[in-house]
């Protein structure tokens, strides 16, 4: 999929213009609450064509100066995305800053669609002929707030995108990707498992753009591990902030069936590590929490068993991830990964059959009777899964407002424990059937 990347001086609009691309695919999975607030990359689709945006006034870097933030917001636009979008503010004019910003963009060769915001009514489209100055062809006026334009300025965006070449893959690939904070020992744990006994590795052609894909085979199954944040050090400077490898795990994440969240045993839990494990369970993806450098644990069932109770109590939004303990280095363990990733793609993966899924409901009914709310008993009906990775449930009630939160859990357990669900999310929503 082809990435899009919105640059510009703070205020010009970009977060409004990401969401309104962006939009909400599937109005129900506003039930979940994320575990992330922050969201700079996300999926868009324009007609028929579907790509990834990045909103770089995400990833600023704090208390730098203004100039300075947005040459790396601008350097991540170039290195990462196909096409940028260079968002400027109709009625302020060409600032500094933006010239400066044009300038790196206009180095780079990448292509550049200008959008000129805040254009809320066609008589300001007089001021659009300025915008021609930059040098990036014609400028497209835009409203944000009011939506106006944005098609005129997604034609041309989806234009430049360059035809897709992504290598051919069996349809049974597991894709997966292993995130976690420098040094945890993401890149070590690859070269372990490329090291494994009866791994096959191969070289993967085509792969797109930036990845470093790498392709596995193990006991007849296809793998192929996806590049992270840390894996490739590349030595630039904004690649040392935290929002910037936070990108770049985003992006893997997003091609990923499983994902695995590296924690080190000898460092312990780390606040940072929460928050990496946030974006996982927030995409939907199978997870699995890997503790490496378990060889530094004096290690013994006890041990073992302190430290998992440490983990679930920190991530307590994983309760579906198994734990696996292992060392990169002495490739103790290591074998226990590859059948746990295999387990959670396939759960994640999994269909129920109705009349199965609905024995399952009508079993939790009667073992906890449904809630009454203000004298009104919910009523449920039946269920049925709509859509698979994740595994989401829709359960059809008389009225959506009384199946409370706790309740949706109780039924969610339920089909947890009945169909084995290990290693995936699974979503469950309520909707209204008389
Ligand atoms: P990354 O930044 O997550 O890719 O981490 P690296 O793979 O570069 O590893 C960081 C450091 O941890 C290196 O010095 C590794 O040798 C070390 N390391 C990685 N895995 C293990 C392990 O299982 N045991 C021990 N003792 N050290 C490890």
């Known amino acids: ?30 039930d979940t609450p994320g575990v992330t607030r922050d969201r700079i990359y996300a999926e868009a689709e324009w007609l028929t064509t579907t790509f990834n945006l990045i909103d770089t006034g995400g990833i600023d870097v704090g208390d730098e100066p ?33 010239e400066e910003v044009a300038k790196l963009l206009y180095k780079s060769n990448k292509p550049v669609v200008i959008g000129v915001n805040k254009m809320d009514n066609p008589e ?93 085979r193990k006991d007849d199954q296809d793998f192929v591990i996806i590049d992270t944040a840390g894996m490739r050090k590349r030595g630039k400077v904004y690649e040392t902030t935290e929002k910037y490898s936070v990108l770049r795990a985003l992006k893997a994440i997003e091609r990923s069936d499983v994902v695995l969240v590296l924690l080190d045993a000898e460092t312990g839990i780390r606040e940072q590590d929460k928050k990496i494990a946030g974006y996982a369970h927030d995409a939907g993806r199978a997870v699995i929490i890997v503790v490496n450098k378990w060889d530094t644990i004096d290690s013994g069932d006890k041990t073992m068993k302190e430290f998992e109770k440490k983990v679930r109590a920190h991530f307590q939004f994983l309760d579906y991830a198994p734990i696996v303990f292992l060392s990169a280095k002495t490739q103790k363990r290591l074998h226990t990964l590859i059948p746990a990733i295999r387990t959670a793609s396939e759960n994640h993966a999994k269909r129920i059959q109705t009349n199965v899924l609905n024995d399952v409901i009508m079993d939790a009914l009667a073992m906890n009777p449904t ?25 059809f009630v008389n009225d959506p407002d009384l199946m409370h939160f706790t309740y949706k859990r109780f039924l969610e357990n339920r089909i947890r424990d009945a169909f084995g669900f290990i290693g995936t999310p699974i979503k469950i929503f309520a909707r209204r059937r008389q």
Request: hydrophobic share 40%.
């Open 66 to 98: 203004l100039l300075v933030q947005m040459r790396q917001q601008a350097e991540v636009a170039i290195d990462e995305a196909d096409v940028i979008i260079f968002l400027l503010n109709g009625r302020e004019g060409i600032t500094a800053a933006d």
């Open 124 to 216: 300001m489209r007089q001021e659009i002929y300025e915008f021609y100055s930059l040098g990036f062809g014609e400028p497209f006026p835009i409203s944000g707030s009011h939506g106006l334009g944005l098609g005129d300025l997604l034609d041309e965006v989806v234009g430049y995108f360059p035809k897709e070449e992504e290598a051919e893959m069996p349809d049974d690939t597991i894709y997966f990707s292993l995130i976690g904070r420098p040094n945890v020992g993401k890149s070590s744990l690859v070269n372990s498992m490329l090291h494994e006994d009866r791994v096959i590795v191969s070289e993967m052609e085509g792969t797109t753009r930036d990845a470093v894909d790498t392709h596995l």
């Open 1 to 30: 999929k082809s990435v899009v990347a919105i640059v510009g001086r703070p205020n010009v609009g970009k977060s409004t213009i990401f969401n309104r691309l962006v939009g909400e695919r599937i109005s129900i999975v506003e």
């Open 371 to 395: 809630p009454t709310v203000k004298g009104r008993r919910l009523k449920v009906l039946y269920a049925t899964q709509v859509a698979v990775k994740p595994p989401s449930f829709v359960v």
